[in-house]
Every structure is written in structure tokens, then in C-alpha cells.
């Protein structure tokens, strides 16, 4: 089964800070997918790549898949961006199952105005 | 868009109660999940269905079970809930192996 590693655990920045969260992960997966969750629960998907860097608005993603290394970055981060960001592998070769399904623990991010 | 819902967003129970969680996809994905989250210990899949009546125990799947008899609905059942088993309960839906998405958790406290 892959580890994934989110570094760091919790990030506090002020507003307008450059964010990187970073994801690392054991064994070469299909794609990696970055979740955000707010306070109160709810998940959203941000994006799901599998090669090269996605960006939407302030949000850039990015992988690198020979080193097994994702990272999210913010740009110009806002007090609306403090959640918990969450990445996970997925591995389709693995029969599509449970198994080819790994998420990090998830990276704390508070940003203060 | 994607709509996930949950039957409850947060529930007391008793130990011992039985304890039905219901997740409803209306985009007719064949993936269905159910996770726990606990402070400290990330999401973990408590069980995924890929179609009608057809699981997969995911990492956590003790103490609990699932029904999947129609596509949109995925059901988690706590047989006899404890302690232990006081977490947010997140319910996912995908097409194959795509963008999941996820409902808004039940917050489940069992004293």
C-alpha cells in the first residue's frame, strides 16, 4: 500500500503569503488528488492530476511523478483560504479497489489578516 | 453539479444501538466510499462499493457494515455502536476512479 506524507502539518502565514504544501507518496500512482476542508466538515475537490501543474485562480497545483512529489501552492493567500488541505494517491493499476486509495493526514493552514 | 447528501449532519446515539449512516449520489457514479476522520488521523476508508450489492473492506471496515442495493445509495451500519466508533463519517461518490466528491459528514457521538 503507498504512504503519502503531507509536510507541513500545520502552517500559520499572513495574508498575502506565498503557501506550498507539499505531498509525498511511497509507490507510483495513477493520479493525485487535492481535497480542501473547511471548518464544519465539508470536502471539496480542488484538483486531480496526473501530470505537469493545474492552476484555478489563486491555487496552483503541481506534480512531479518520477520524484513521486506533489505540491499546492496559494497566491496571495486570503483569511478565507485557512482550512485543512488534504492530498491523496490513486493508483488505478491496483485493480481499481480500495487498496489504490491513500490519503496524507492533511496540512492545517490558517492564514491570519 | 455533483450533489452527495447525508441523512444526518450530526447524531447522538447509545452504546449498543444499531446506527444506519445514509450517503445519496445524483450523478449516477458507480464508486461509492464511506470514511471516518479523527483529529490526528486523516480520512480512512471504512468500506467502497464499486457497484450494486458489490463492496470492498477499505482499512477500518471492523465494527461495521454496508449496503449498496440501489446505484445512488450507500449505506454505512454501526451493528452495535461503542465509543470508539465517535467520529465524522464522510461519504464520497466518484466515476471510476475520478473526482471524488464528497457529502458534508455526519458527526457522530455514541455515549
Not at chain 1, 500500500?1 to 500559520?12: D, H, I, M, R, Y
Not at chain 1, 491555487?59 to 488541505?85: C, F, G, M, W
Not at chain 2, 446506527?19 to 468500506?47: A, K, S, T
Request: hydrophobic content about 35%; some cysteine; charged content about 20%.
Amino acid at each position: 500500500k503507498n504512504e503519502v506524507e503531507q509536510s507541513p502539518q500545520n502552517l500559520t502565514a499572513q495574508e498575502g503569503e506565498f503557501i506550498t504544501i507539499n505531498c509525498s507518496y511511497s509507490v507510483g500512482i495513477s493520479a493525485l488528488h487535492w481535497l480542501q476542508q473547511h471548518p464544519g466538515g465539508g470536502i471539496v475537490s480542488l484538483f486531480m492530476l496526473s501530470s505537469g501543474k493545474k492552476k484555478h485562480g489563486r491555487l496552483i497545483a503541481t506534480i512531479n511523478i518520477q520524484e513521486k512529489h506533489s505540491s499546492l501552492h496559494i497566491t496571495a493567500s486570503h483569511p478565507r483560504d485557512s482550512a485543512v488541505y488534504i492530498c491523496a494517491a490513486l493508483d488505478w493499476g491496483s485493480g481499481g479497489g480500495a487498496d489504490g486509495l491513500t490519503f496524507g493526514k492533511g496540512t492545517h493552514l490558517i492564514i491570519q489578516p | 453539479d455533483v450533489k452527495v447528501t447525508q441523512s444526518s449532519r450530526y447524531l447522538v446515539k447509545r452504546t449498543g444501538e444499531k446506527v444506519f449512516l445514509e450517503c445519496v449520489q445524483d450523478m449516477d457514479h458507480e464508486n461509492m466510499f464511506w470514511y471516518r476522520q479523527d483529529p490526528g488521523l486523516g480520512l480512512r476508508l471504512i468500506y467502497f462499493s464499486y457497484d450494486v450489492k458489490m463492496k470492498e473492506k477499505g482499512d477500518i471496515p471492523e465494527g461495521y457494515s454496508v449496503s449498496r442495493e440501489k446505484k445512488e445509495r450507500f449505506s454505512l451500519i454501526l451493528e452495535s455502536a461503542s465509543t470508539n466508533q465517535t467520529s465524522m463519517y464522510l461519504c464520497a461518490s466518484s466515476l471510476l476512479m475520478g473526482t471524488q466528491y464528497f457529502g458534508p459528514g455526519t458527526r457522530l457521538l455514541v455515549l
